[in-house]
T-cell receptor
Framework: SQQGEEDPQALSIQEGENATMNCSYKTSINNLQWYRQNSGRGLVHLILIRSNEREKHSGRLRVTLDTSKKSSSLLITASRAADTASYFCATDGGGSEKLVFGKGTKLTVNP | ETGVTQSPTHLIKTRGQQVTLRCSSQSGHNTVSWYQQALGQGPQFIFQYYREEENGRGNFPPRFSGLQFPNYSSELNVNALELDDSALYLC????????????FGPGTRLTVL
């Protein structure tokens, strides 16, 4: 079963705009990770945020985590056509054996 | 690019056959996990190996089995292939511990006819 739920399922924006994707999950976690996947290829790790952190930045990426609402958001600023991909959040479900993924948000950035 | 490699890239099998997929973990990583990703879905956890022992398994039948070798590389074996086994199979490696990122390989695309 998939714990994470990304929202929206699909997002289409123009180059230069910001893209925000949301993720909700069900159980307690140690950390939450965001990944990018291009056209059915492997997953690229973007950022990990620990359960005791509220916000984290990496380049044009900003991730927030609200453990009281069991939700996270990924913001991509000044988007580029190369950001076109599917984005997944993954939680560890409180243990360290596995990651639980949602179905992802498909982002299209139009040039 | 991560240091995780997988082989082969693509594979076509027929129902009932057996398949072995291979993964080399990133240097310094002692934990390897396997995931199955069906089209349009997120990856689903199959199992994890740590120091050559399976230490976590998802909701997959016993015909999905694996191995981890002393150099931490790993194999995923699937017996009696079914059409629904067609998917992208992803391997991920990490250092042990709850706060360490998992890094994924490029995947093996398996098609079962």
């Amino acid at each position: 079963s998939q714990q994470g739920e990304e929202d929206p399922q699909a997002l289409s924006i123009q180059e230069g705009e910001n893209a925000t994707m949301n993720c909700s999950y069900k159980t307690s976690i140690n950390n939450l990770q965001w990944y990018r996947q291009n056209s059915g290829r492997g997953l690229v790790h973007l950022i990990l945020i620990r359960s005791n952190e509220r916000e984290k930045h990496s380049g044009r990426l900003r991730v927030t985590l609200d453990t009281s609402k069991k939700s996270s958001s990924l913001l991509i600023t000044a988007s580029r056509a190369a950001d076109t991909a599917s984005y997944f959040c993954a939680t560890d479900g409180g243990g360290s054996e596995k990651l639980v993924f949602g179905k992802g948000t498909k982002l299209t950035v139009n040039p | 690019e991560t240091g995780v490699t997988q082989s082969p890239t693509h594979l076509i099998k027929t129902r009932g056959q057996q398949v072995t997929l291979r993964c080399s973990s990133q240097s310094g990583h002692n934990t390897v996990s396997w995931y199955q990703q069906a089209l349009g879905q997120g990856p689903q956890f199959i199992f994890q190996y740590y120091r050559e022992e399976e230490n976590g398994r998802g909701n997959f039948p016993p015909r999905f089995s694996g191995l981890q070798f002393p150099n931490y590389s790993s194999e995923l074996n699937v017996n009696a292939l079914e059409l629904d086994d067609s998917a992208l199979y992803l391997c991920a490696s990490r250092r042990g511990g709850a706060y360490n990122e998992q890094f994924f390989g490029p995947g093996t695309r398996l098609t079962v006819l």
